[in-house]
C-alpha cells in the first residue's frame, strides 16, 4: 500500500483539469492530477474541433457566455506568449435562407450583449469576395474566431504543471473516495491499494464527472445531475480548397450545426453532429451519417463534392440538460451545493470548454479561497 498527501488533488487531465493545475500550482499549491487515461487530453479534448470560440451564442449572465468571452482573450495570449501553434482564422456564420436573416440579427444583438466585439454584417456579395467557393443570403463575420492545437497547448500546460513542482498521474483509476474529517481519501486502483490524501478535491473528469461523484462517500445523491451523452460524429476530406476561415451555419437543433473547420493546414473537416447515445465509448464513426452531412454542406457549399467526405473521428460531449438547449450551460457545484466544504464539480464541460479553459481556471482558484 501507498500512501500520499498533498494540498488539492485534481481529477482529470483534460484541457480544464490541466489549465486548473497550472493556475493552482503556479501559485504554490502542492498539487497531483489523476487521470485514468494512460496520457493527457485523450478523451473529450482531443476529439472536439480545435476552434477558438467567441461567445456569440450563449444566454447573458450564463457561465458559458462570462468564460468563453474572457477565455477566447486569454487563450490568444497564452498561445502568443507560449509559441502554441494557433491561428485567427475569423468565422462566417451564413444565412441559407431567408428565414434565417432574422436569427442572423438574434445572434448579433446576443453576442455584443456578451461582450463579443467587432461583429460585421456581410452581404452574399462580400462572402464571395471573401470565401468564393460559399454560398448565402446573409452572414455575420466573427474576427475573434479561431484554431488551436490543442495537443500542443496541453502538453505546454502539462509542462508549467511540472516546472511548477506539480505532479501527474497517469492510468491512475479511482475506485472509493472517503471523508475523513476535514480530507478526502481518494482509493487509486483496488490492486496496488493507493490513497491519496488532500485538503481539496477538483472533479474535473469530462464526461465521467457524475461517474466520480457517485463514488464520493456521504454525499447525497440528489445533489449529482444526470449527464446525457451527445455523440459528436466529424468527417475530414485531407484537402485544402483555399478556404480561410472557419464557415457555420445558423444553429438549428441541439447543436451548432454541422460546420466546415480547418485544420492548421488549412485542410476542410466537417461536424459535429448530436447524436444521443448511451454509451459513453462510442468512439465509432456512424457512416450512416453521412448522406446528412453531405445536405447540411451542399447549403453553404454547393460545388463540394460529398465524395471526398470520409470519415474521421468522434467526440462525446456531457450535456446536463438535453430537453432545453438555453439552459445547456457549464455547471460548477461547490460547498453551497453539495454541503462538502473544499469540493469542487465541474459538470457540462462540453463546447467551449476549450476555449473557456483559462478563464475557468481563475474561476476555480477564486471559489478555493
Excluded at 41 to 70: D, E, F, Q, W
Excluded at 157 to 172: Q, R
Excluded at 345 to 355: A, D, F, M, Q
Amino acid at each position: 500500500m501507498s500512501n500520499f498527501e498533498v494540498d488539492t488533488a485534481i481529477i482529470g487531465a483534460g484541457v480544464v483539469g490541466l489549465a486548473i493545475g497550472n493556475e493552482l500550482s503556479s501559485s504554490g499549491k502542492e498539487l497531483l492530477i489523476l487521470e485514468s487515461e494512460n496520457n493527457f487530453g485523450k478523451i473529450t479534448s482531443s476529439r472536439n474541433s480545435g476552434v477558438i470560440h467567441a461567445g456569440i451564442y450563449y444566454p447573458t449572465n450564463s457561465l458559458k457566455s462570462k468564460m468563453c468571452v474572457k477565455g477566447n482573450k486569454l487563450i490568444y495570449d497564452y498561445c502568443k506568449k507560449n509559441s502554441i501553434p494557433h491561428l485567427n482564422t475569423k468565422k462566417i456564420l451564413v444565412a441559407s435562407s431567408d428565414d434565417q436573416i432574422n436569427i442572423i440579427d438574434k445572434i448579433k444583438k446576443q453576442a455584443e450583449i456578451n461582450g463579443v466585439e467587432k461583429i460585421e454584417n456581410l452581404t452574399n456579395k462580400q462572402v464571395s469576395k471573401l470565401e468564393p467557393l460559399i454560398s448565402c443570403k446573409e452572414a455575420l463575420l466573427i474576427p475573434s474566431s479561431g484554431i488551436i492545437d490543442s495537443s500542443q497547448f496541453m502538453r505546454s500546460l502539462v509542462g508549467k504543471i511540472e516546472d511548477s513542482g506539480g505532479m501527474i498521474s497517469y492510468n491512475s483509476k479511482i475506485f472509493k473516495i472517503e471523508l475523513q474529517n476535514e480530507f478526502f481519501l481518494l482509493h487509486i486502483n483496488d490492486e496496488d491499494k493507493t490513497i491519496i490524501k488532500c485538503k481539496e478535491l477538483i472533479n474535473s473528469a469530462g464526461i465521467f464527472a457524475t461517474n466520480i461523484c457517485d463514488l464520493i462517500d456521504g454525499i447525497d445523491k440528489k445533489f449529482i445531475p444526470q449527464t446525457f451523452y451527445a455523440k459528436g460524429n466529424y468527417f475530414t476530406t485531407g484537402k485544402n480548397f483555399g478556404i480561410k476561415h472557419l464557415i457555420y451555419p445558423i444553429p438549428e437543433g441541439f447543436g451548432l450545426g454541422i460546420h466546415l473547420t480547418l485544420e492548421l493546414d488549412f485542410s476542410v473537416k466537417f461536424g459535429p453532429d448530436v447524436e444521443w447515445t448511451e454509451d459513453p465509448n462510442d468512439y465509432n464513426v456512424n457512416l450512416s451519417r453521412k448522406s446528412e452531412f453531405a445536405n447540411e454542406i451542399l447549403k453553404y457549399f454547393p460545388s463540394f463534392d460529398i465524395n471526398l467526405l470520409q470519415p474521421g473521428y468522434v467526440g462525446i460531449r456531457p450535456i446536463m440538460n438535453k430537453k432545453d438547449k438555453l439552459m445547456r450551460d457549464f455547471i460548477i457545484h461547490t460547498v453551497e451545493d453539495h454541503r462538502i466544504p473544499n469540493l469542487i464539480n465541474l459538470y457540462g464541460i462540453e463546447s467551449p470548454g476549450l476555449t473557456s479553459s483559462l478563464a475557468l481556471a481563475e474561476y476555480v482558484k477564486e471559489l478555493l479561497k
